[in-house]
């Protein structure tokens, strides 16, 4: 059962985002000099160690060795702070970062200050959420503007949020459960206990008061299940859970499948993936098909984006990639990373990049 949640018509026409993901990654040679590869060019951004870094969509921060903030992009080095940043992330198409509780946002090669006074706050892939502990409000930016959520001279406006890669969901201090979603506040219900919820990419699950399991997804609500599951997470246009007779179900495009007739030893969600264990076979789900990849369990792997990258049993190293498994190296593998679709990898002392079935 679904129903329909009114959205102004601009605000729901309006695209997520005009812009593009790039395909960036880093590494550090033998040297612990720090290479930057974007979209097949690979170039040296510092010649000392960093001391950490973060690659988001269109650019990649690090705090150098003089501990001070840079961000890449579009192939040019620029300084975002000198020293003492308490905290910084680089998501699909922002840059956030604080000194103390002042916080700012790198948004397409401009840094726009929001608040002197983040008290919280929190960044997915088109939006800011803080609170703004000196005007007592909660606040988001998003394409370009701050937007004012909740305010209140008395009590912090918001009890709890979670902020998804394009939704922002949160219990006001009315108990009141709302969304952010394309420029647009939504009251979804009225609670009086603690609202179990969780945000992906263009859905929210969550119970409603009398515990029935439902999900707002693309403006509409659905009905998934009348009884609390053991477990749910949600991800990009999908939720994963154990239902209350131990099954695996993904709601996906508006559809509720049961994937697999016991709960698994494990499931995880990352991005459009779900992967999850059945019979000790290394399974995936992704967008609406079931894949085994292999007939055990993976030791080390990693999930990002588009893209599952694993070692197998003899240390060579595997991806499942839109769809698609792929053997990149038949030697064994040292070291490996995943940043989005981009995979970086070490045999020896030599760095490798694959990126859209090429090896650089």
Known sequence: MKQLIFFSIIGFMVPLTTLNAQNLGVYSDYKNYFFVFDDGKITQAEYLPVQSFKVGGNAIAYIDNSSNLKVVYKGEVTTLADGLVSKYLASDYLVSYSTNQALKVFDS?????????????????????????????????????????????????????????????????????????????????????????EAGKNIVAYYDDTYNFKAFYNGLTYDLETFQPKSFVAGDDM??????????????????????????????????????????????????????????????????????????????????????????????????????????????????????????
């Not at 305010?151 to 394009?166: A, Q, Y």
């Not at 922002?168 to 709302?178: E, I, R, S």
């Not at 990258?309 to 190296?329: C, E, H, M, P, W």
Request: net charge positive.
């Open 239 to 360: 939720v994963a859970y154990v239902d209350n007779n131990e099954q695996l179900k993904v709601f996906y495009d508006g559809e509720i499948k049961t994937i697999s007739s016991f709960a698994p030893v494990f499931y995880k969600v990352e991005d459009s993936l779900l992967v999850y264990n059945e019979a000790n076979r290394f399974k995936v789900f992704y967008k609406g098909t079931i894949f085994t990849l292999e007939n055990y369990i993976p030791t080390n792997y990693r999930i990002d984006f588009n893209t599952l990258v694993y070692l197998d049993q003899q240390g060579r190293l595997k991806a499942f990639y839109n769809g698609q498994s792929v053997l990149i190296t038949n030697v064994s593998v040292d070291q490996f990373e995943l940043y989005r679709n981009v995979i970086t990898y070490k045999v020896s002392n030599s760095n490798h990049v694959y990126c859209k079935s090429k090896i650089y």
């Open 109 to 197: 090669g401009k840094t726009v200050k929001l608040t002197n006074f983040a008290e919280s706050y929190s960044t997915g892939d088109s939006l800011v959420a803080f609170y703004d502990s000196q005007a007592k409000s909660f606040k988001v930016y998003y394409r370009g503007e701050i937007i004012l959520l909740e305010n209140d001279m008395l009590e912090p406006p918001v009890k709890n949020f979670k902020t998804g890669d394009n939704i922002f969901a949160y219990v006001n201090y009315l108990d009141q459960f709302k969304l952010f979603y394309r420029g647009e506040i939504i009251k979804v219900k009225t609670s009086n206990r603690p609202l179990p919820y």
